[in-house]
Antibody, heavy 121, light 110 residues
């Protein structure tokens, strides 16, 4: 069974930093592209970032480009999202998700339960 | 303002068929496949349809997807109370070089 467990969320002041982790199990993590998606309170799903299997190819939403960094450790089956220069509008539940295979890697076929990030003074 | 446009709400009675639309442009839906997600608040989102019209294993055949040009739609037949949820369309956008989501449609089963 695919399991994705996010951690690292919490309360942080504007301008601060936070690193989210996503522990993966039940599938071959090193063979899967991965996504981060977020949902602000009362709002819809918004894609944040995507990473290739070897970590060499990364993609970001314009709203986080230059501030967030996605990475992975295939030896630890773990996905990361380093978030710097946080703003109030980054407040959201952050989900990690496994990308579909091959041509379907834009889809997210398994999701974690999410971790809440609150940016406030 | 979302790149993909969905109606904010939809409704139907049990057993009815409902359709949710998703409108995009030549850089997203017009050029790439569409995926649909079901999301109940407080739970993990679920992939409902991928590659325009494909259902992952375990998704009932009451759910179907289609795409034409720069628009896509999700149809739910034989509506059930458990289908009450938020539904999102998504696609890769070649101009933005990222995934774009619709704003979501809240489905109410009357």
């Amino acid at each position: 069974e695919v399991q994705l467990v996010e951690s690292g969320g919490g309360l942080v002041q504007p301008g601060g930093s936070l690193r989210l982790s996503c522990a993966a199990s039940g599938f071959t993590f090193s063979s899967s592209w991965m996504h981060w998606v977020r949902q602000a309170p009362g709002k819809g799903l918004v894609w944040v970032s995507r990473i290739s299997t070897d970590g060499r190819s990364t993609y970001y939403a314009d709203s986080v480009k230059g501030r967030f960094t996605i990475s992975r450790d295939n030896a630890k089956n773990t996905l990361y999202l380093q978030m710097n220069s946080l703003r109030a509008e980054d407040t959201a539940v952050y989900y990690c998700a496994r990308a579909g295979l091959g041509a379907n890697r834009n889809a997210a076929d398994s999701w974690g339960q999410g971790t809440l990030v609150t940016v406030s003074s | 303002q979302s790149v993909l446009t969905q109606p904010p709400s939809a409704s139907g009675t049990p057993g009815q068929r409902v359709t949710i639309s998703c409108s995009g442009s030549s850089s997203n839906i017009g050029a790439n496949t569409v995926n649909w997600y079901q999301h109940l608040p407080g739970t993990a989102p679920k992939l409902l349809i991928y590659s325009n019209d494909q259902r992952p294993s375990g998704v009932p055949d009451r759910f179907s997807g289609s795409k034409s040009g720069t628009s896509a739609s999700l149809a739910i037949s034989g509506l059930q109370s458990e289908d009450e949820a938020d539904y999102y369309c998504a696609a890769w956008d070649d101009s933005l070089n990222g995934v774009v989501f619709g704003g979501g449609t809240k489905l109410t089963v009357l």
